[in-house]
C-alpha cells in the first residue's frame, strides 16, 4: 500500500507542476509583469501575442480566484465599467461653430454607508453543481424497458440512473485503501477543473 500511495502523491506534485509551467499560466504571469511595469491592458496583451478578450477574461478570473496576484498593477482597483461612446457628430469646416459651454465632470456621489447587517453577512460561492451528461453501453432492450419504467413513476432515465448509482455507492463502502486512491484521484481531478 505504501508504495501505490507514493506513487499516488508523487502524481498530485507532477499535476501541480504541470499546472504552474502551463502556457496559459506562464502567459498569465507575462501579461501580470508587464502590467506591473505600467504598461497598460492593450500594451501587454499585444506583447505576448494575445487578445483583448483574452486579457478581459484573464483579468476577470485572477479578480476571482487569486485578486492578490493583481497588486501592484493599474487593474489592482480598476474595475470594469463600460463606457458609453460620446456622441459627437463631426462638423465641416465650413459651418460655423456655436459657442460651447464648459465640460464639468459630474459631481462624486455620497458613498453609501452600510448597516451592521450588511457588514456581518458572509458571501458564498454558487454551490449549484453542474450537470453533464454521461451514458454507458447496454442491451437495448434493457435500455428500453429502464425508458418504461422511468416514465411510469413519472421521471426520466437520467434521474432514474443517478438513483441507482447513488444507491450503489452508498452500499458499496471502498475499502480504506481504496478510499486513499479515491481521494488522491479526486484531489487531481479538481486541480485539472481549476486550471481550466
Same mark, same amino acid.
Given at each position: 500500500m505504501g508504495k501505490l500511495n507514493m +506513487?499516488? =502523491? #508523487? *502524481?498530485?506534485e507532477d499535476q501541480e507542476n504541470v499546472i504552474e509551467n502551463s502556457k496559459a499560466y506562464q502567459d498569465e504571469e507575462k501579461f501580470l509583469d508587464l502590467l506591473k511595469q505600467g504598461k497598460n491592458r492593450k500594451e501587454a496583451?499585444?506583447?505576448?501575442?494575445?487578445e483583448k478578450t483574452w486579457a478581459s477574461k484573464t483579468i476577470k478570473k485572477i479578480?476571482?480566484?487569486?485578486? +492578490?496576484? =493583481? #497588486? *501592484?498593477?493599474?487593474?489592482?482597483?480598476k474595475e470594469e465599467v463600460p463606457t458609453e461612446p460620446i456622441e459627437n457628430e463631426p462638423q465641416s469646416q465650413n459651418t460655423p461653430q456655436a459657442a460651447q459651454e464648459p465640460q464639468t465632470a459630474?459631481?462624486?456621489?455620497?458613498?453609501?454607508?452600510?448597516?451592521?447587517?450588511?457588514?456581518?453577512?458572509?458571501?458564498?460561492?454558487?454551490?449549484?453543481?453542474?450537470?453533464?451528461?454521461?451514458?454507458?453501453?447496454?442491451?437495448?432492450?434493457?435500455?428500453?424497458?429502464?425508458?418504461?419504467?422511468?416514465?411510469?413513476?413519472?421521471?426520466?432515465?437520467?434521474?432514474?440512473?443517478?438513483?441507482?448509482?447513488?444507491?450503489?455507492?452508498?452500499?458499496h463502502k471502498l475499502t480504506e485503501e481504496q478510499q486513499v486512491i479515491y481521494d488522491l484521484k479526486k484531489k487531481i481531478a479538481e486541480m485539472q477543473r481549476k486550471q481550466k
Open positions: +506513487d499516488l =502523491l #508523487k *502524481g498530485v496583451y499585444e506583447a505576448i501575442g494575445r479578480r476571482e480566484t487569486a485578486p +492578490d496576484r =493583481l #497588486k *501592484g498593477t493599474s487593474e489592482e482597483i459630474p459631481e462624486p456621489s455620497q458613498p453609501i454607508k452600510s448597516t451592521p447587517e450588511e457588514e456581518n453577512l458572509v458571501y458564498v460561492a454558487n454551490t449549484k453543481p453542474q450537470k453533464q451528461s454521461f451514458s454507458f453501453r447496454a442491451e437495448q432492450t434493457k435500455i428500453e424497458s429502464w425508458k418504461l419504467y422511468a416514465e411510469t413513476i413519472g421521471g426520466d432515465v437520467g434521474t432514474l440512473w443517478t438513483a441507482a448509482i447513488d444507491e450503489y455507492i452508498a452500499n
